[in-house]
């Protein structure tokens, strides 16, 4: 990457005569501004507004947040700047001007030249983005035929370009096929796509959002080193919080359409005004919180202290030497854990790290090849075993909740339905009071008794999860498994959904198997952590003495990646610039080397990295109090 | 890849067997006594012991099996009770007059579907989508041999330029024949370009709405690059199925259509056989439509290969 | 094909809102109606269908003649006051064979479409949840019955036994069982790893109560506009081969054949000829209309499924 020096003078080819290079040095630019924006659509004969009366102002070299839960209406405020609307909705009044140009003013050849010379975008996962059946090259090549006419020059630009994102061998990425990409490469090759026409203003809708942790801080260091190298005016669209503190220097805060809160991002994070943006900002879990916080209706926070664990709390569930295969692979590969009732161990590590097939193997859907897996308690069970071969009993004390609130509820069956199946099935219930314990437990998890007769697509998604507790918690079990239940959730529901699961668990003396990739979340609800890695454990203890360290490099690595949504976390840990863009430059090679052992070889790669590993097998690094730490593995 | 072609043309021979295997049972096994049921309830026992004997009647099935199996492999599909000759000979014939047919259809219809799927797709719910659905749906709701009548009436009867009825036999030349297809392959194309119109669209419409379409609308790229670079390949992909099946259902349609022209090719050998319970000659066209079928298929697979990096490049396997 | 969703966003937020729709399965069945009612093309097919059902019901009622009279001194006649569609060959009125007509591929088709919907829908679902090699064998075996061109097949099977409607049934339910089958284990393999199902099976339910309680309800969709389109497909597959004079036996009335019998003289008596391909048409047509409203009104891709 470079640091705008010597190095690129001879190809960068930002170094031609363009005006606005360095532009903003001797004039304020404002390469966007919004007035009074709204946007609607028809549907059932009358009109929804998306946005309404939204305004902003970029300048050039600085990034404006647009911030806001799902349904706030960011995104579509995003693709105006391009000229882009959703097929039915239009401009009911207001104007966005782009490059000193009316966007919407525009005919269908000036918009084309506007898009491709002038504002660019890149959208939240570049695996759809990019058109599967051409290479990257010449997609690459495709955006750059405005600017660089010969052929030949495109095909170098192109190269430069790769290189630029920091993605190694350019030449060869430039002949793959986007699948044959990871996740990083592709949202690189976007940003590298996006830059080709130079554009003064980059809008960036939830860039990060489809990539794992560590993969997003090094994309989010690219990023904001490339817009101020290239001066870019950025809109940055996200609903999380602390993405937008590392990034933005103003932000705006929008809810249902409107904006709330208008103001630069340092000022929002220290003293947000509207409510709204308080209680926004209160309800994201900190990796600093003890415990789970509680926020006010005005946005107040308070931290709810943890109740610990007895000590004589009784074992629930044991694990040793787990071993889960997929073929030949090893999703798991040598787990032991151990779990006590009225706890919450959590498992945490990116995708592909094992986590979910190890619940999943606990709750019966797919059995150990080797290794023993109990639950303990009045009757000890083997839980090494498929559901179907599992006693009643047995898989009564066990159950699962799931990730996505879209797919964990029979669309046909109303909320009570789904709760009443497993206490008529496990034969908890007779007919005639099934459904007024249904009922209960569906107040039991905070919802009106009126919801239980809704369909799940007449409820909101937290709603859905709810209910989708209920019917876990309608077997009656000794220990739940719950599988990134919050993960697709917006902060606020969120929270308040953490919030039961406690309450839930000191109420009933239940055991959580908390699987997560959200290390902020962790800390607040877990009692102890288990970090997995390749399928293995690569360090376990007790929340607080993981959160305060010493750590396996990989945990800090994960630890590191984490971004809090304060005005320090804005300010980058207090890099600056060079410092922020040699961080990025290490990343980048960090992180295609993490791409190519991740997608290219799969299991080989890793079991050469097994292999090196191999010799330091069981070896720990015990901490005391149940911390422990697996020796090597990074 | 090449284990997946391996893997894909061993499959395809598997299910061809198969398929053989069932024509075989059917025409076989199913109706108790074939002889009997060749002959008519009336023939007199002789005649039935004759015929068992010139059938093979007498041997388990699996061995006659085998051995019209060995033979079919060679291209030797046993005798005709009609005529004595060899089936192979009259096959051959019938299936080259047909595959003019078939040829003529294939080009007329695929291209003619994709352009106008393609038009609907893009002006999706405006005028020429409207227009386009609409012939599509009518094409749909008729039969083919409605079709080839109306075209009887319409053209050879009105106007006759062209032959209504076609008074060659399955041997006459290649040239001879060229006229007699036009008819057939205008009727088997209405029909078929319906069809996989409807798919074009549909698939058209969802590539469209894609976001690497977006994508390269947004980054200012020119209508026609946008539809031709980055939509056209993908949305040709699921079309490639329905063609694949068409293509097979057009061994069955000729059937029809070929009667109604009075055009010597296989579906009018089959029907010919069917009349005169000519069961060998009926098999071996079973068995021919079959292979026809998956080679179609076959045929279709390596497309998406083509359309498909996904697929060439091997990571996953189809299906 | 689906209903434009001109944006996501403010989807998601309706569904935030929860709207107090009308709740419970009974719910559907109405709003489906209200969309198919809304739906102009929609309507006027389910309307062409019920036309002709009614038709063939009261077609004794609707005209003196008797479909199989035959009239020689009357024959081949054009539109009269009479005989408003003229008479064949044979001297029968036109359109009394044709109003009777529809009874046989009406009712053949019926039959058959529900043999083969309801048999590929049981092996459709048993072959998704089972998986593994009872999947891999169900599959061979159907690639191969689909390799057989589907008329070769019938004609086949009405070669060897017969072209008595029973034969035809069963043939018909051969030929169609396979694609349905396809179809719906398609369906069923996106319904099966949704995590409800997933809750099932960790549960421990039997694959049967799945397949009853979980799965059949989320896939009647598409079952039900795979039951439309192929009736659509079977009536012209049975007109076919009537017209080839394997379906209907020569008096009966019935289209495909009047269709046969009666283009010989179409320079004569056109009417003969189109009366019963104006009426064959338009229940084709009339059933298609009704599949692409239910497919549109459910969100079910019914052509990516096409033969």
């Known amino acids: 990457m470079s640091t705008g020096q ?27 501004k919004v007035e009074n924006l709204s946007v609607a659509y028809r549907s059932g004969g009358r009109d929804i507004t998306v946005a309404d009366n939204v305004s902003f102002e970029v300048e050039a070299g600085r990034t404006l947040a647009v911030v806001g839960e799902s349904g706030s209406g960011k995104s579509t405020v995003a693709g105006t700047l391009l000229g882009h609307l959703r097929h039915g909705s239009r401009i009911t009044s207001g104007s966005v001007e782009v490059a000193g140009r009316d966007v919407f003013s525009l005919g269908g050849r000036d918009l084309r030249a506007l898009r491709a010379r002038d504002v660019a975008m890149v959208g939240q996962n570049a695996g759809n983005a990019l058109t599967p059946s051409m290479r990257v090259g010449t997609q690459l090549e495709e955006a750059l035929m405005a600017r660089v006419p010969a052929r030949a020059e495109r095909r170098a630009e192109a190269r430069t370009l790769l290189e630029k994102v920091g993605l190694p061998e350019p030449d060869r990425i430039g002949r793959r096929y986007p699948h044959q990409l990871s996740g990083g490469q592709q949202q690189r090759v976007a940003i590298a796509m996006a830059l080709a026409a130079r554009p003064r203003v980059l809008v960036l809708d939830e860039p990060t959002t489809a990539l794992d942790v560590v993969t997003q801080a090094r994309i989010l260091d690219l990023v904001a080193g490339l817009s101020a190298e290239l001066h870019l005016a950025t809109v940055l669209v996200s609903h999380d919080l602390g993405v937008v503190a590392r990034m933005a220097d103003e932000a705006v805060v929008m809810r249902e359409g409107a904006v709330v809160e208008a103001a630069p991002a340092a000022d929002l994070f220290t003293a947000p005004r509207h409510p709204y943006t308080r209680r926004l900002l209160a309800s994201v879990p900190r990796v600093s919180d003890a415990g789970l916080a ?101 898989r009564r004390r066990i159950q699962l909740a799931f990730q996505n609130a879209d797919t964990s509820l029979n669309p046909r069956r109303i909320a009570r339905e789904a709760v009443r199946r497993p206490l008529r099935f496990f034969g908890l219930a007779s007919r005639s009071d099934a459904d007024t314990r249904a009922r209960g437990l569906i107040e039991d998890v905070a919802l009106a008794p009126a919801l239980s007769d809704r369909l799940p697509q007449q409820l909101s998604g937290g709603q859905r999860q709810r209910v989708g507790i209920a019917r876990a918690l309608a077997a009656g079990p000794d220990v739940v498994v719950a599988d990134e239940i919050t993960t697709a959730l917006d902060v606020s529901v969120q929270a308040s959904v953490l919030a039961l699961l406690d309450d839930l668990r000191t109420e009933r003396d239940l055991a959580f ?44 690595r994960l630890m590191e990646a984490v971004l809090e949504p304060d005005a320090a976390g804005g300010a980058g840990l207090g890099h600056g610039a060079a410092d922020r863009t040699d961080r990025t430059e290490g990343a980048a090679r960090a992180d295609s080397a993490a791409d190519a052992a991740g997608e290219g070889g799969g299991g080989s790669v890793a079991s050469g990295s097994g292999a090196a590993e191999g010799t330091a097998e069981g070896e720990w690094i015990d901490l005391g109090g149940g911390h422990r730490i697996r020796r090597g593995g990074e | 890849m090449l284990t997946f072609l391996t893997r894909r043309l061993l499959s395809a021979a598997g299910t061809v067997l198969l398929a053989s295997v069932l024509v075989f049972a059917a025409v076989q096994l199913l109706p108790g006594d074939v002889a009997t049921q060749v002959l008519g309830q009336d023939a007199t026992p002789e005649a039935v012991a004759a015929l068992r004997d010139q059938l093979d009647l007498n041997r388990p099935a699996v061995l006659r099996f085998a051995e019209w199996l060995a033979g079919a492999v060679r291209g030797d599909f046993g005798t005709s009770l009609v005529s004595g000759e060899p089936v192979s000979g009259a096959l051959w014939l019938h299936l080259r007059n047909t595959l003019l047919i078939a040829a003529a259809t294939v080009a007329v219809a695929v291209t003619s579907s994709i352009v106008l799927g393609v038009v609907a797709g893009l002006y999706r719910d405006r005028w020429p989508d409207t227009l386009i659905s609409s012939l599509t749906l009518a094409g749909m709701s008729v039969p083919e041999f409605v079709v080839a009548t109306l075209l009887v009436m319409a053209l050879s009867i009105s106007v006759p330029v062209l032959p209504a009825v076609v008074l060659d036999g399955a041997s006459a030349p290649v040239a001879d024949l060229l006229p007699a297809v036009v008819l057939p392959t205008v009727a088997l194309s209405v029909v078929m370009t319906a069809y996989i119109v409807r798919m074009t669209r549909t698939s058209v419409i969802d590539v469209m709405a894609s976001e690497f379409v977006t994508t390269a609308r947004l980054k200012g790229l020119g209508a026609w690059r946008v539809v031709v670079r980055h939509a056209l390949p993908s949305a040709l992909l699921p079309t490639l199925n329905v063609i694949a099946m068409n293509v097979a259902w057009l061994v069955g349609g000729v059937v029809v259509v070929e009667n109604v022209f009075n055009y010597p090719g296989i579906g009018k050998l089959m029907l010919e056989s069917v009349h005169s319970r000519d069961l060998p000659v009926l098999q071996a066209v079973a068995v021919v439509g079959a292979a026809v079928y998956v080679l179609c298929n076959l045929a279709a697979d390596l497309a998406a290969m083509a359309l498909n990096p996904r697929l060439r490049t091997g990571e996953r396997s189809t299906r | 094909m689906n209903e434009p969703n001109p944006a996501n966003e403010p989807a998601n937020e309706a569904a935030e809102a929860a709207p107090a729709a009308v709740a419970a399965p009974a719910g559907m069945v109405r709003t489906t109606l209200r969309s198919l009612l809304r739906s102009g093309p929609a309507t006027a097919g389910l309307v062409l269908v019920a036309v002709h059902v009614l ?52 009712m053949v088709s019926f039959a058959a479409t529900a043999c083969a919907v309801a048999l590929g829908t049981v092996v459709g679902c048993a072959a998704a949840l089972k998986g593994g090699w009872l999947d891999d064998l169900v599959m061979r075996v159907l690639d191969a019955v689909l390799a057989i061109p589907p008329i070769l097949a019938l004609l086949v099977v009405v070669t060897v036994l017969g072209a008595g409607p029973a034969v035809i049934v069963l043939a018909v339910t051969i030929v169609y069982a396979p694609q349905v089958v396809r179809v719906v284990r398609a369906a069923a393999m996106g319904v099966a790893p949704l995590d409800y199902v997933t809750a099932a099976r960790a ?40 017209f080839l004079g394997f379906g209907a036996n020569p008096p009966t009335p019935d289209w ?44 079910v891709d019914r052509v990516k499924e096409a033969r």
């Open chain 1, 6 to 32: 010597a190095p690129h003078t001879g190809t960068d080819p930002h170094t031609g005569t363009d005006a606005w290079k360095g532009g903003g040095m001797y004039l304020r630019e404002v390469p966007v």
């Open chain 3, 203 to 242: 549960r421990g339910e039997r694959t049967l109560s799945i397949l009853v309680r979980e799965v059949l309800p989320n896939i009647a969709d598409v079952v039900s506009v795979e039951f439309a389109m192929r009736a659509s497909w079977v009536v012209l597959l049975i007109s076919s081969l009537s």
């Open chain 1, 294 to 394: 509680e926020v006010g209706e005005d946005g107040t926070r308070t931290v709810r202290d943890r109740a610990p664990v007895p000590e004589e709390a009784p074992e629930a569930v044991s694990l040793e030497d787990v071993v889960v295969q997929y073929g030949r692979s090893r999703a798991v590969d040598g787990v032991s854990l151990g779990l006590r009732r009225g706890e919450v161990l959590a498992l945490v590590g990116e995708s592909g790290s094992g986590k979910s097939t190890l619940a999943w193997s606990l709750a019966g859907l797919r059995a150990p090849a080797s290794g023993r897996m109990r639950l303990h308690g009045e009757q000890e069970g083997d839980l090494a075993a498929g559901a179907r071969k599992r006693p009643p009993e047995l």
């Open chain 1, 513 to 556: 198997v908390f699987i997560s990739h959200d290390l902020a979340v962790v800390r607040g609800i877990a009692d102890r952590v288990a970090v997995m890695k390749d399928g293995r454990v690569v360090e376990e203890g007790p929340v607080g003495a993981v959160f305060t360290g010493p750590n396996h490099p990989y945990t800090r």
């Open chain 3, 256 to 299: 495909g054949l009047m269709i046969s019998e009666n283009r010989t003289a179409m320079t004569v008596v056109p009417w003969a000829s189109l009366a019963p391909i104006i009426a064959l048409a338009t229940l084709v047509l009339g059933l298609n209309l009704s599949a692409d409203g239910l497919a549109k009104a459910w969100g």
């Open chain 3, 55 to 106: 038709i063939a019901v009261l077609a004794p009622l609707l005209t003196p003649y008797a479909p199989t009279a035959n009239a020689p001194d009357s024959a081949l006649l054009g539109p009269s006051a009479a005989h408003w569609a003229g008479t064949d060959a044979l001297g029968r009125d036109v359109l009394a064979r044709v109003l009777y007509g529809g009874r046989y591929a009406l």
